[in-house]
């Protein structure tokens, strides 16, 4: 039996699903129909939340992330450089990308010495060497955000104390770049020494929210440019954006302990076909073994694991909620 017919009509029904999926899932007509109401309110109208609220979507709009480039030369590269920064850990490209070399071509040679089948080990272990170091570094991004989010409603109280006490806005950013410790302290040490090198306090805050891509981050950014161009009280500003990170981050745990029941259903499910797996192939390995021989057998294991992939896609849009 020929394996390769057989995987491209997988991989051509898969495309056939996915180009159904884009061509029906478009716009909203009545989402835009709304957002084109609000413009031109926002507009013509004389009211001042109305231009406040005009002001900030401006700010929004200015301030969106300029990291991810137009396809060309380099932009794979910096979006992996930035990636790297976000992990706060000290790795370098080549590190990373020998890395993955390294897994790939280690997977690729296990495989195929237990199964003797050279497109199937060489699969296995391109998917494995491009997806293990991508999901550690995912989780590695995701530990430092959420470590930068538990601190930074503090920062910005100790910002809005040291404003109240009469410091100007330069002089408590290097405050709470000495006094908060994790990566706070660090992105607002970084930004102090980027005023001390001549940048504006803006350019140094911009350069920052691109960097890290973080919601709270960003409000931070567009409260201090609001401010700046309709005046006002910048302590009491601050203290309510404080306030607000702190209820959004306890709408978070919320939801985090709602959908906690579901998550660990998906877990065991998804998880019970490669533990019955493992089990059998350690109490009988020539029976299991034939996955790796019969041609069959592992088109429906590939099959098997693409719409288990689908399946897991879409729980994880399920309990995954946009605050």
């Not at 280690?106 to 272990?125: C, D, E, Q």
């Not at 706070?184 to 891509?213: C, P, S, W, Y």
């Not at 309510?240 to 660990?264: F, P, T, Y």
């Amino acid at each position: 039996m020929n394996l390769i017919p057989i995987l491209m009509l997988a991989v051509g029904l898969t495309a056939v699903i996915g180009l159904l999926w884009a061509a029906f899932a478009g716009p909203s007509p009545d989402k835009e129909k709304t957002r084109r109401l609000k413009g031109v309110r926002f507009r013509h109208s004389q009211s001042a939340t109305d231009r406040v609220e005009a002001q900030m979507r401006k700010a929004v709009a200015a301030r969106k992330p300029r990291t991810h480039k137009v396809a060309g030369s380099g932009s794979r590269i910096d979006a992996l450089a930035l990636r790297l920064y976000r992990s706060g850990q000290s790795w370098t490209i080549p590190q990373y990308l020998y890395t993955s070399l390294g897994i790939g071509l280690g997977v690729t040679a296990l495989v195929f010495v237990k199964s003797g089948v050279l497109p199937f080990a060489l699969a296995f272990g391109l998917f494995t060497g491009a997806a293990l170091p991508h999901f550690v570094l995912n989780k590695l991004i995701s530990r430092r955000t959420n470590a930068f989010n538990v601190k930074f409603a503090d920062a910005i109280d100790l910002l809005v104390r040291g404003l109240r006490s009469g410091l100007p806005v330069t002089e408590t950013l290097g405050i709470v770049a000495q006094e908060i410790p994790g990566p706070v302290g660090e992105e607002f040490k970084l930004v102090t020494e980027r005023m001390k090198i001549g940048k504006t306090m803006e350019e140094a805050l911009q350069n920052t929210a691109d960097r890290l891509e973080i919601p709270e981050f960003n409000f931070f950014c567009i409260t201090l440019a609001i401010q700046r161009e309709t005046g006002g009280n910048l302590a009491e500003t601050l203290a309510n954006l404080g306030d607000v990170l702190r209820k959004r981050s306890q709408m978070k745990l919320k939801i985090r302990a709602m959908s906690s029941e579901s998550k660990a259903s998906a877990y065991i499910v998804g998880s019970l076909p490669f533990i019955v797996f493992g089990m059998i192939y350690w109490i009988n390995p020539g029976y299991i073994g034939k996955f790796f021989i019969d041609e069959r057998l592992m088109v429906a294991g590939i099959g098997g694991g693409i719409w288990m992939g689908i399946g897991a896609f879409i729980m994880a849009k399920m309990v995954s909620f946009e605050i």
